[in-house]
């Protein structure tokens, strides 16, 4: 089955600075990558998503890159803001079935 | 987005008891709902997909006489623990798939139960 990879587990930065989160995953097969945000006891929130067949997506602050031939994807959030703390989740799915990576909790300090 | 209703959103219980939580996509169709598991601070674990008119797939290690699923209509799946006990203490997240908007997934607000 699909496995992904995720890192920083733990990420802190300055607010204003940027943050970088990368994923790998496994099955070349996989087509869709959607990253959440997930606050402390709440749902996670669907924040942006990229197809295979694109490489880079960007909305305001935030943008993600896939390379398929690495086999990875990646979240960048410019001129970060305190209510930008949260944990983080990247997934890949090759079918219906989402597989998540382990989670990245970043810290944003003001 | 689309919403995703999930009922309760905690729940308390004596062990040996059954909880039934209930998935409900409200403003669109959902053949296809997932169940998932999140313990503190871990990362969210399919549990099971369900098909609505068909049985429910595991994932490996998922007892299915322990954790039903039912997928009666196109906008409810129900997740029952049967016999909780205090390990099936966790927080549990369905989602649904709105396949107007393709691979889009979105989550219900979760439920978090504790077995005592």
């Known amino acids: 089955g699909e496995n992904v990879e995720q890192h920083p587990s733990t990420l802190s930065v300055q607010e204003g600075d940027s943050a970088v989160i990368k994923c790998t995953y496994s099955?070349?097969?996989?087509?869709?990558f959607p990253w959440y945000k997930q606050e402390l006891g709440k749902r996670p929130q669907l924040i942006i998503d990229i197809r295979s067949n694109v490489g880079e997506k960007k909305d305001q602050r935030i943008a993600v890159t896939l390379n398929k031939t690495a086999k990875h994807f990646s979240l960048h959030i410019t001129e970060t803001q305190p209510e930008d703390s949260a944990v983080y989740f990247c997934a890949a799915a090759s079918g219906y079935a989402l597989n998540f990576g382990k989670g990245t909790s970043l810290l944003v300090t003001p | 987005g689309a919403v995703v209703s999930q009922h309760p959103s905690w729940v308390i219980c004596k062990s040996g008891t059954s909880v039934k939580i209930e998935c409900r996509s409200l403003d669109f169709q959902a053949t296809t709902m997932f169940w998932y598991r999140q313990f503190p601070k871990q990362s969210l674990m399919l549990m099971a997909t369900?098909?609505?008119?068909?049985?429910?797939?595991?994932e490996q290690g998922v007892e299915k006489d322990k954790f039903l699923i039912n997928h009666a209509s196109l906008t409810l799946s129900t997740l029952t623990v049967t016999s909780a006990h205090p390990e099936d203490s966790s927080f549990y997240i369905c989602?649904?798939?709105?396949?107007?908007?393709?691979?889009?997934?979105?989550f219900g607000s979760g439920t978090q139960l504790s077995v005592l």
């Open positions: 099955d070349s097969a996989s087509n869709y």
């Open positions: 989602s649904a798939r709105d396949v107007v908007k393709n691979e889009k997934l979105f």
């Open positions: 369900s098909n609505e008119g068909s049985k429910a797939t595991y």
